[in-house]
Nanobody, 122 residues
């Protein structure tokens, strides 16, 4: 059974940092694109960042470019999202996703985690 488990969320003050992790249960997911999405209350789930299977290509939403960094360690079956200079508008549930998508910015992923809450106080 495929599982993606996120961790690292929490409460942080504006300007602070958090690092999210997403561990996959199967090594086969190392050949998939991995993405991070977020969903704030009352809003649709939106793309945050994605990384190709090799790590050679990365994609970011304009709202996080220059503040967030996505990376992956295939030896650990894990993808990370380093979030710096956090803002209150970054508050959301963050979801990890994996898939053979040709459109990394879309929600066209095969597997999703359960999410981890990130709250940024002003």
């Amino acid at each position: 059974q495929v599982q993606l488990v996120e961790s690292g969320g929490g409460l942080v003050q504006a300007g602070g940092s958090l690092r999210l992790s997403c561990a996959a249960s199967l090594r086969t997911l190392n050949s998939y694109t991995k993405g991070w999405f977020r969903q704030a209350p009352g809003k649709e789930r939106e793309f945050v960042a994605a990384i190709s299977w090799s790590g050679g290509s990365t994609y970011y939403a304009d709202s996080v470019k220059g503040r967030f960094t996505i990376s992956r360690d295939n030896a650990k079956n894990t993808v990370y999202l380093q979030m710096n200079r956090l803002k209150p508008e970054d508050t959301a549930v963050y979801y990890c996703a994996a898939g053979g998508t040709s459109a990394p910015r879309s929600r066209d992923y095969d597997y999703w985690g359960q999410g981890t809450q990130v709250t940024v106080s002003s």
